[in-house]
């Protein structure tokens, strides 16, 4: 299991109710449905994945994200999982909005484009980045809205939406001093666990 699906695991309350979005091939869900008695669906897009997932016996339903969340209710969910995807959707600020509507908690990781080696590579090259964590060049990346640490932050702020946990992870999902005292500058990826007010 990938490094940052161990620290989110830490964060799911057993026999939790919860909704993956871009669940992959399931396998995290799956986990959590062993190991932590969790029930839930994932959302997927991918044919192939989903594909995966009805083999593996996980609930998944086809559909796009961008077209929000409308077929759950309000809180019908204790939380609502995201990983690496929240910069790939047209509007990850109207999906927040979704993902906190129709779940208690959500919990959110994305890269930061504030890393200092993305910083270095702008200004050495003066090109978008291209490394393990944005491993896409520009014009055939599924990012589409990059942000940095604080860039989330500020949103989250603005919507009064409160930070429960933040993690601030390297590229191997370890945590360092510096990612402590600076996590803007020296982490690589964020996990936050966020709620409504």
């Known amino acids: 299991m990938r490094a940052d699906l161990e620290i989110i ?3 799911v309350k057993p026999n939790s109710r919860l909704l993956d979005l871009g669940c992959g091939d399931g396998s995290f869900l799956k986990y959590l449905h062993d190991n932590r008695q969790v029930k839930g669906y994932g959302l997927e897009i991918d044919p192939e994945y989903l594909t995966q997932c009805v083999a593996a016996g996980v609930n998944v339903i086809e559909q796009n994200l961008n077209n929000g969340l409308g077929n759950f209710q309000d809180k019908s969910f204790d939380l609502v999982l995201m990983t690496q995807a929240l910069q790939t959707v047209r509007r990850p600020d109207r999906l927040l909005d979704e993902m906190l509507r129709v779940g208690k908690e959500s919990i959110i990781t994305f890269p930061n484009f504030g890393f200092w080696h993305t910083r270095l590579y702008l200004l050495r090259k003066g090109r978008m980045p291209v490394s393990k964590s944005l491993p ?8 589409i809205h990059l942000c940095t640490f604080k860039d989330f932050e500020a949103l989250c702020y603005r919507k009064n939406i409160t ?5 601030v992870v390297d590229q191997s999902h370890k945590r ?3 990612s402590r005292i600076f996590p803007n500058l020296f982490g690589e990826i964020a996990i936050y666990r966020v709620a409504h007010n």
């Not at 896409?136 to 990012?143: H, K, Q, V």
């Not at 930070?163 to 993690?167: A, T, V």
């Open 9 to 11: 695991s830490q964060w």
């Open 136 to 143: 896409y060049t520009w014009y055939n990346t599924p990012n």
């Open 163 to 167: 930070i429960l946990n933040r993690r």
């Open 176 to 178: 360092n001093w510096s």
